[in-house]
Structure formats: structure tokens, C-alpha cells
């Protein structure tokens, strides 16, 4: 099951990191994607990694912004959020899977998706 941490309140063009703590073993057989939320509307797919190749795919409203990583000793995957916007206030959940598909469908459609978090808050104003 996905854990989320590193949400927070920040000001426009600051960064955050989160966190997505995958706690079953092994953790590199899992495809991560990062999911967000405002209320009244869909959740928005914005970063995955697949667990095949660790290629990753960004939504156009975060590219160049945001970036994963993985890291080797733990089984966590990082999205580092730089130069934050007020329209990137919203929930921020981290979804695993095991399904073996292109990566950016994990981001496209929910339907690839296993587990899900309980989500990571992330507000961004002046």
C-alpha cells in the first residue's frame, strides 16, 4: 500500500518533494504514478515510472517543473515539484501497479492502477 508524505504549504516558484513509500516487497516490480485532485474535479495523472525501464512520462502542466525519482536502498519513489504554481494546489496521491503497459498510460487512465494512497496535501499561494 502507497504512503504519501512532503505535503505542505509553500509560496509561488518554491519546491516541494513527496514521498511514495511502497510497503510491499519488492517495490522495483511496481509502476508508480503521481495523481492530483482539486475538489469538483477529475484526478489529473502528472508523473509516472514505469518499474520495467524507469522511463517516465509528465503531463504537459508539469513538465520541466517536476521530476521522479526512485531511490535504490528504500522502496520509495520521489516527485520533486520546483517552481510551484497556484494552480498546482490540490491533493496529491501516489497509485503502484504491476501491470506491464507503456508508462504514460499509468498516467492517462486510472484503469492500470492497484493501490492507491491516502494523499499528501500541497498548497501553493502567496
Known amino acids: 500500500q502507497p504512503v504519501e508524505s512532503g505535503g505542505g504549504s509553500v509560496q509561488p516558484g518554491g519546491s516541494l518533494r513527496l514521498s511514495c513509500y511502497i510497503s510491499d516487497a519488492p517495490y522495483s516490480y511496481y509502476s508508480v504514478a503521481w495523481y492530483r485532485q482539486v475538489p469538483g474535479k477529475e484526478r489529473e495523472g502528472v508523473s509516472c515510472i514505469s518499474a520495467v525501464d524507469n522511463s517516465t512520462y509528465y503531463s504537459d502542466s508539469v513538465k520541466g517543473r517536476f521530476t521522479l525519482s526512485r531511490d535504490n536502498t528504500m522502496p520509495t519513489v520521489y516527485l520533486h515539484m520546483n517552481n510551484l504554481k497556484p494552480e498546482d494546489t490540490a491533493l496529491y496521491y501516489c497509485?503502484?501497479?504491476?501491470?506491464?503497459?507503456?508508462?504514460?498510460?499509468?498516467?492517462?487512465?486510472?484503469?492500470?492502477?492497484?493501490?492507491w494512497g491516502q494523499g499528501t496535501q500541497v498548497t501553493v499561494s502567496t
Open positions: 497509485a503502484a501497479s504491476h501491470i506491464i503497459t507503456e508508462v504514460q498510460n499509468f498516467c492517462i487512465t486510472t484503469g492500470f492502477l492497484d493501490y
